[in-house]
């Protein structure tokens, strides 16, 4: 997720517009923080500590037949800026539950994790020991839910959020009932319930009493643990939660998708051809330049930065009357397809980056050894031309739909360029050789290869194409609320949220309420139907992950979280006995040795130190984020699996190892 330098600079300019304007305003007394209150603010009083804690609960969802989990999201009073504007929570409302990564949070002052046996990120099995001290448990189902607990390394004591992880992304749809119990501080004494916990866990409360609805729902969440073992003793907090469903998820880029290729039929997108650059180096016969033409949901005309999804009567996007969306493209067509016709891929690029990406030294290198032609346009909402918009998002988090609404968009206009190539990009001059042969290899799949960002939304874009079947996601992760604490690349956004909501307990529930939107148009919310289990008119996919062991940009924690909820087996042996902090190392992570056929995970180990226990940055060691992809075996078993689907070692029955 490393920023270009260009985009670097936009944005410590942008941040330090935002911060300096903040200097010059007069901030309302006591309102960077959003205490809970049980006022009738619709603040939950079962965790004092802010509102919207504990999160995320059922508490904030209403009754409603009309969605497939027959709840919708309803809150009221949420985070506050410096400014005393709270977050309007009107877009998170259209949900019908919560993420599948969503983190738990709440305050459990004074706790101390170690003395209380909370599994911690280092030992994610003792989550489901018959005793432990926090419980997430499908009540449905019954199946206990694998995590980790962790406080936030970021905050004072006294805003400390206690959060706990997923280690697995829950099931979409599904109810899940929370328990803390058996909580210890530092002397190893029993953390008593707060009074309203404590009085609702009482005799039933009179109608009248503040908190005699809150009682008849926690009887419910009560009654569910009970039902799966998990009873009153000792029982600190306890909350249920729904998560949204496949459809409140993925439906709005589904309906764009369908509507979109429906009215393109068969036909190629159109497009026009705006430069091309012949003889470009040792590697790139030609470079092409263009712009595809794809329908634009987007509000404003052309969807330029800070537009949102335009909804019709259903609350489904819909096109403005003939709106379409510029989708600029650049192409790098190796020498040998001059010889025999280069494999169509698409490339996604990392952080706030550009269709320039493409040009890069590895992705030439790539396209040269293995015979690819990479074509790549903008990840639209998280893009350079984005930068500005980003950097006044985190001022004011209401508008953070534009970054998310954008991104859908993205995932429709990678869809257009993958037909343009595959349906019209051959039947131009410039993909053809001087004889009108075509450059492009017509009867050979649609593939994508992605770095960093390209690799934390490539999986949406696999999971949404119906053209894509194969895909390999170059340091890779998914759930950006667990991701920004631990990556380097967060430091200059930071500095924004720090000043406009300076509360860190207030931010880590500001993270999670992104989050939510930002489900739509990145891996967390579309990790169901990465591979087997694929969404409505999208084939299976095989995905391969490759993961630098140490990075400093995006944590391999949360590719470990992806592996687990998409099915991947990982390359064994992984790392270098002892090298793994972990006590059961990629816990819940199936092997596999010399080959597999199937989607996966690999790590490359370039011998910088594992990253903190902590969410917080790497900060020793060199960043191995680029070895991956610079490694020459590294691209020949990224080809392999792109032309046959096959993962094959290329590590000679090792770990596999860089030398940098």
């Known amino acids: 997720m490393r920023l270009p330098q260009r985009t670097l600079s936009a944005l410590t300019a942008?941040?330090?517009?935002?911060?300096?304007?903040?200097?010059?305003?007069?901030?309302?007394?006591?309102?960077?923080?959003?205490?809970?209150?049980?006022?009738?603010?619709?603040?939950?009083?079962?965790?004092p500590a802010a509102c919207l804690l504990p999160f995320p609960s059922d508490w904030y969802t209403v009754r409603d037949a009309s969605t497939p989990t027959g709840r919708r999201v309803h809150m009221g009073a949420t985070v506050k800026n410096a400014l005393g504007v709270p977050i309007s929570p009107d877009e998170w409302n259209r949900a019908d539950g919560f993420s599948p990564g969503s983190a738990l949070l709440s305050r459990v002052p004074g706790v101390d994790l170690a003395r209380s046996g909370a599994a911690p990120i280092t030992d994610i099995g003792a989550s489901l020991g018959r005793d432990a001290p926090i419980v997430i448990v499908d009540t449905a189902t019954g199946e206990r839910?694998?995590?980790?607990?962790?406080?936030?390394?970021?905050?004072?004591?006294?805003?400390?959020?206690?959060?706990?992880?997923?280690?697995?992304?829950?099931?979409?749809?599904?109810?899940y009932a929370v328990a803390f119990r058996d909580l210890r501080d530092a002397s190893g004494n029993l953390i008593e319930p707060n009074d309203a916990f404590a009085k609702i866990l009482g005799p039933r409360l009179p109608d009248d009493d503040p908190l005699a609805e809150r009682q008849r729902q926690e009887r419910k969440v009560l009654a569910a643990l009970e039902r799966h073992g998990v009873s009153r003793d000792g029982l600190y907090l306890a909350w249920d939660f729904t998560v949204a469903s496949r459809q409140s998820l993925t439906g709005p880029v589904l309906h764009m998708r369908d509507e979109a290729l429906r009215?393109?039929?068969?036909?190629?997108?159109?497009?026009?051809?705006?430069?091309?650059?012949?003889?470009?180096?040792?590697?790139?016969?030609?470079?092409?330049?263009?712009?595809?033409?794809?329908?634009?949901?987007?509000?404003?005309?052309?969807?330029?930065?800070?537009?949102?999804?335009?909804?019709?009567r259903d609350g489904m996007p819909a096109r403005l009357p003939g709106n379409t969306q510029a989708v600029p493209f650049q192409c790098e067509i190796p020498r040998s397809a001059f010889?025999?016709?280069?494999?169509?891929?698409?490339?996604?690029?990392?952080?706030?980056?550009?269709?320039?990406?493409?040009?890069?030294?590895?992705?030439?290198?790539?396209?040269?050894?293995?015979?690819?032609?990479?074509?790549?346009?903008?990840?639209?909402?998280?893009?350079?031309?984005?930068?500005p918009n980003v950097a006044g998002v985190l001022t004011d988090l209401t508008r953070f739909r534009t970054v998310a609404d954008r991104t859908q968009q993205s995932l429709l206009d990678f869809t257009f360029l993958g037909r343009a190539m595959t349906r019209g990009f051959?039947?131009?001059?410039?993909?053809?050789?001087?004889?009108?042969?075509?450059?492009?290899?017509?009867?050979?799949?649609?593939?994508f290869d992605g770095n960093s960002q390209g690799g934390i939304m490539g999986g949406a874009l696999t999971a949404v194409s119906p053209d894509i079947r194969r895909a390999v996601l170059g340091v890779p992760a998914m759930n950006y609320s667990t991701l920004l604490n631990r990556s380097s690349a967060f430091g200059q956004f930071a500095q924004i949220l720090d000043a406009f909501y300076p509360d860190k307990l207030d931010q880590q529930i500001a993270l999670s309420l992104i989050q939510m939107l930002w489900d739509r148009g990145e891996n967390n919310g579309y990790a169901r139907h990465m591979t087997d289990d694929p969404l409505p008119g999208t084939p299976k996919h095989r995905v391969l992950m490759h993961v630098a062991f140490g990075d400093h940009q995006v944590a391999p924690v949360a590719a470990d979280v992806q592996a687990r909820t998409i099915g991947a087996r990982v390359h064994a042996p992984v790392v270098t006995p002892g090298r793994n902090p972990d006590k059961v190392p990629y816990w819940g992570i199936p092997t596999f040795g010399s080959s597999h056929a199937g989607s996966a995970m690999v790590v490359w180990d370039s011998g910088s130190p594992a990253p903190p226990l902590t969410n917080t940055?790497?900060?020793?060691?060199r960043d191995p984020h680029s070895d991956p992809r610079s490694n020459a075996d590294a691209r020949r078993q990224k080809a392999v699996f792109l032309a046959t689907g096959r993962v094959v070692d290329v590590c000679g029955g090792g770990p596999c190892v860089i030398t940098p």
């Open 14 to 47: 942008a941040a330090a517009a935002v911060v300096a304007s903040l200097a010059l305003l007069t901030v309302p007394p006591a309102v960077t923080s959003a205490a809970a209150e049980t006022g009738g603010d619709g603040c939950d009083p079962i965790d």
């Open 339 to 387: 010889t025999r016709p280069a494999r169509p891929a698409l490339y996604g690029h990392g952080l706030l980056g550009s269709e320039g990406e493409v040009g890069a030294g590895n992705v030439k290198a790539m396209a040269a050894e293995h015979g690819f032609m990479f074509c790549a346009t903008k990840w639209i909402g998280m893009a350079d031309e984005d930068v």
């Open 426 to 447: 051959a039947g131009h001059k410039a993909f053809q050789n001087d004889a009108g042969r075509s450059l492009i290899d017509r009867r050979a799949d649609l593939t």
């Open 263 to 312: 009215d393109l039929g068969r036909r190629s997108p159109s497009f026009v051809v705006t430069q091309v650059t012949d003889d470009v180096d040792d590697k790139i016969a030609r470079e092409v330049k263009g712009v595809v033409q794809a329908p634009s949901y987007l509000n404003l005309p052309g969807g330029p930065p800070g537009s949102s999804l335009h909804r019709g």
């Open 617 to 621: 940055p790497p900060t020793e060691g």
């Open 145 to 175: 839910w694998p995590y980790w607990a962790e406080l936030d390394a970021n905050a004072p004591d006294d805003r400390k959020a206690l959060i706990v992880r997923p280690a697995r992304n829950f099931r979409e749809g599904h109810r």
